[in-house]
């Protein structure tokens, strides 16, 4: 049998419609197959019960502790409305077929309170599990996991690296607003190529403006404020005056050394 093309397209149509859409066909979770990696047992809000059954998973415990107060030159809901956090599991596999690792939360955890603790429960697979924390630039979030399993006596967790503060000071604020302004350009440039992308597409440009300027607002505030700390510092620093010692004083005396010579 030939087949014959009039045009390109109707060879991808072809191809497309006789080779690719037969052959390569996405998981579909009810169907008594368990298509790993793109299915898995269940776990959470994740993989097919249906297919693959459920998973093994150990209870933890997730103590969140933020306090963004303390900075006397970077506002405290500067730092808390930049902060955000979630739980991800390290998963070489679902990067080696394109997928994002999975997180316990469908959104990352925001901040309302400027000092708080929070605590959250989990029931996770065996794996490698990270604390995703995004734009704690302050370093004012700080936390530990625990084994829960013993809920009347959690077993703490070793994290790799130590989940602790850092201090502030003026070398951390100078980082802070790199930070920001890093970010902000970063944020800029991705929206700018997505409205390149599809200049009619209205919702990405209105959201593209609220995300900037909610960015831009937090850089115009940390500017104000730093402002404000380098001239309270100055006022409080003590002057110093330095007299400059006469300078006639050595001329004088090699001109009466020369003089005396002479005669």
């Known amino acids: 049998m030939t087949t014959t093309f009039s045009s390109n397209d109707e060879v991808l149509a072809y191809i497309g419609n006789q080779i690719l859409t037969?052959?390569?066909v996405d998981p579909v979770c009810g169907d008594g197959n368990c298509e790993y990696p793109?299915?898995?047992?269940?776990?959470?809000?994740?993989?097919?019960?249906?297919?693959?059954g459920e998973a093994t998973t150990t209870p933890i415990l997730v103590q969140v502790i933020s306090n963004f107060?303390?900075?006397?030159?970077?506002?405290?809901?500067?730092?808390?409305?930049?902060?955000?956090?979630?739980?991800?599991?390290?998963?070489?596999?679902?990067?080696?077929i394109g997928e994002a690792d999975l997180c316990w939360f469908a959104d990352d955890q925001t901040f309302s309170s400027l000092q708080a603790t929070d605590l959250e429960t989990m029931d996770v697979v065996d794996g490698t599990w990270y604390v995703y924390l995004k734009g704690d630039y302050a370093g004012r979030v700080s936390g530990a996991v625990y084994d829960y399993r013993n809920s009347s006596d959690p077993v703490k967790l070793v994290t790799n690296p130590t989940w602790s503060t850092c201090s502030l000071s003026s070398t951390s604020t100078a980082s802070t607003s790199r930070r920001l302004?890093?970010?902000?350009?970063?944020?800029?440039?991705?929206?700018?190529?997505?409205?390149?992308?599809?200049?009619?597409?209205?919702?990405?440009?209105?959201?593209?403006?609220?995300?900037?300027?909610v960015t831009l607002t937090a850089l115009q505030d940390l500017a104000k404020q730093l402002q404000a700390a380098s001239q309270e510092a100055n006022a409080k620093a003590?002057?110093?005056?330095?007299?400059?010692?006469?300078?006639?004083?050595?001329?004088?005396?090699?001109?009466?050394?020369y003089v005396h010579k002479s005669q």
Do not use: Y
């Open 22 to 24: 037969p052959t390569w």
């Open 38 to 52: 793109w299915e898995f047992p269940a776990w959470g809000r994740f993989g097919c019960k249906a297919d693959c």
């Open 69 to 96: 107060i303390g900075s006397t030159s970077v506002s405290a809901s500067v730092l808390m409305a930049a902060a955000s956090w979630n739980l991800c599991l390290d998963d070489a596999v679902r990067r080696s």
């Open 181 to 213: 302004l890093s970010e902000f350009t970063q944020e800029h440039l991705a929206n700018r190529r997505k409205l390149l992308a599809d200049p009619n597409d209205k919702d990405s440009i209105i959201a593209a403006k609220e995300s900037l300027q």
């Open 238 to 257: 003590p002057q110093k005056v330095t007299q400059a010692p006469p300078q006639d004083d050595k001329r004088t005396q090699r001109r009466k050394r």
